[in-house]
């Protein structure tokens, strides 16, 4: 499916196509389908258009040129150890929402499918195992690692959905984001930014996944617009040469 459109003929999506002209920014999430992308005009407010694709190279045809994405997916895979954008991210956060920042797989345990080698493979590299969550991103990972050395025609960064709404609203959520209470409360902050983001999820996405790409898209302006702060300031460089720090 290339573009999801809500059971209840809600806003946020549209028939097949380009769905917005260029200028705006994209923020990205995975979802069941493959991946969610909230699409915000050049001034970074407003309606989010929201559209569902099998891949982030889709879903940027769809949205026609943008200058910035932001992608809730590590960007820059480290050759052992932790990264430090992991290790900043969580201590920003703190308290239990800093669990929501999985270390993030060395490169050689990514390139294992099975997941008993994988973490053998990041045991051997970073002197720690893999988690069954990490592991089970590991083909979105590749994926978006692959676009990126491919080329992409515009700045993509990575952002952190949880730290974006902490910075909108100064301080972690309590809620979680999948509870009507944190899918009310995640709504208000992106409305304390001037951006409405749809009553109903694209079918193959949740709404949790939309109210992410959302805050993706809002911290992927401030990149934009030089507001953003990184986590570390300066990014890290591993063998693959990619930057690596989450923006929010």
Known sequence: ????????????????????????????????AGWVGAFLGPEGRGAATVVVAPTVARLLQLGGAVPVVGVDI??????????????????????VKSSSVFTTPTRAALQEADYAVA???????????LSR????????????????????GCRVVE????????????????????TPEGQRERRAALAGHGIRAPSAAPRGAGLDDVLDACAAAWS?????TGLARTFPDEPEVFADGIPAAIHV
């Open 74 to 95: 590590p960007i820059g895979l480290p050759d052992s150890g932790r990264r430090e954008a992991d290790v900043r991210t969580r201590r920003f956060l703190g308290g």
């Open 220 to 224: 992927a302006h401030r990149v934009r």
């Open 133 to 152: 969550q990490a592991h089970a991103l590991r083909e979105s990972i590749l994926e978006v690692d692959a676009w990126l050395r491919g080329g992409t």
């Open 1 to 32: 499916m290339v573009l999801g459109e809500p059971s209840d003929g809600g806003a946020g999506a549209g028939p097949s196509g380009p769905v917005r002209p260029g200028g705006g920014v994209l923020g990205v999430d995975a979802c069941r």
């Open 119 to 129: 973490n053998a493979r990041n045991r051997e590299r970073a002197g720690m195992g």
């Open 159 to 178: 952002v952190h959905p949880e730290a974006s709404f902490a910075m909108m609203t100064g301080a972690a959520l309590p809620t979680r984001k999948r």
